[in-house]
């Protein structure tokens, strides 16, 4: 995050007001220059640096998105409201028709962790999967969105023409300005590339509708989990919206589970801390360290 912010300072501080540059063979100067900001104060607009110039003739506005080459997350926490941005009306369809490609893939997952597995935490407890976007494949939770599609949700992904209304009119400098948050270019940079000059930049910038062409889109399922270690922890990560929960059974004085997969969106983690709350107690289950063969109904959804 802290390389992506220190992108977008080196933008922003190539273009002091005055500055010119040369775009499609005429001369500009800079009359405004800043990070949008939503006007509602939630969440973050698609642009990233906006310009405003003027020629001997004319006025532009280049309202830029800066994508780090090294990032594979294009929309990375999901709510409904996004996901009906930018899959439309049918999104519920969308939706099913990913997760069902990959439906057995979710019944081979650990839910458990007794011990530390990559970054989930020793402790941990799998609540189930948010849905994300990328521009890469992601893994056995992970597949291709539909290629007659891509263009369409790539442009609403990196553009954000149907962002909510403070997102898309956001402040730049304390002012509002009318589809600022509303991103046209794109900039791609390496993680700690600095350009040496404002038209080096605008030399580097292109038109999204031209970077989409082609290009490839990824959906992916990325669990969502909840600490129960230490004693009393109930730690989860960021009450997330699920495109598939567990819930979390007392059956006979064992654990089980059912994963549901009918309800994208309307179920968050916290929900599902719930519910688990009610088993764990039922069980005498204080942390992970408690979860063994007797009081378990798969003793296959552990990693120890």
Same mark, same amino acid.
């Given at each position: ?29 800079? @009359? ?8 509602? /104060? ?5 642009? &990233? ?11 532009? =506005? ?27 009306? &049918? ?9 069902? @490609?990959?439906? !057995? ?15 989930? %935490? ?9 849905? =994300? ?27 954000? &023409?149907?962002? =909510?209304?403070?997102? %898309?009119? !956001? ?8 589809? @600022? ?11 700690? #590339? ?5 038209? #080096?930049?605008?030399?580097?910038? =292109? ?44 059956? *006979?004085?064992?654990? *089980?589970? @059912? ?11 916290? &929900?599902?801390? /719930? ?17 063994? *063969? ?11």
């Amino acid at each position: 995050m802290a390389d992506f912010i220190n992108s977008e300072k080196d933008v922003i501080e190539k273009f002091p007001v005055g500055t010119n540059f040369i775009l499609n063979g005429k001369t500009y100067t800079v @009359s405004n220059i800043g990070k949008p900001s939503p006007s509602n /104060g939630r969440g973050e607009p698609k642009t &990233d640096v906006y310009i405003k110039a003027n020629s001997a003739n004319d006025e532009i =506005e280049l309202k830029i998105s800066i994508k780090q080459t090294n990032a594979d997350f294009l929309e990375n926490k999901m709510t409904k409201d996004r996901i009906i941005q930018v899959f439309g009306k &049918d999104w519920n369809i969308v939706v099913f028709n990913c997760i069902d @490609s990959i439906r !057995s893939n979710f019944y081979n997952k650990k839910l458990i962790f007794k011990a530390k597995s990559g970054r989930v %935490r020793e402790g941990s407890m799998t609540l189930g999967w948010r849905f =994300e976007i990328a521009n890469k494949n992601q893994g056995e939770l992970s597949g291709l969105l539909p290629l007659d599609k891509t263009p369409q949700y790539y442009r609403e992904v990196l553009s954000g &023409d149907n962002l =909510e209304e403070g997102k %898309r009119n !956001s402040k730049v400098n304390g002012v509002v300005i009318q589809n @600022s948050g509303v991103a046209e270019y794109i900039l791609e940079v390496d993680k700690n #590339e600095r350009f040496p000059t404002a038209q #080096e930049i605008i030399d580097n910038i =292109e038109l999204i509708n031209d970077y989409i062409i082609d290009k490839k889109l990824y959906f992916t399922c990325k669990a969502s989990n909840v600490l129960i270690k230490p004693a009393g922890t109930r730690k989860v990560e960021g009450n997330r919206a699920l495109s598939v929960y567990l819930k979390w059974i007392a059956d *006979n004085g064992r654990l *089980n589970y @059912s994963l549901n997969f009918d309800k994208p969106f309307d179920v968050k983690g916290q &929900d599902v801390i /719930g519910c688990l709350n009610v088993c764990l107690s039922q069980l005498n289950i204080i942390t992970t360290d408690n979860i063994n *063969n007797n009081n378990i109904s798969n003793p296959n959804i552990i990693h120890s």
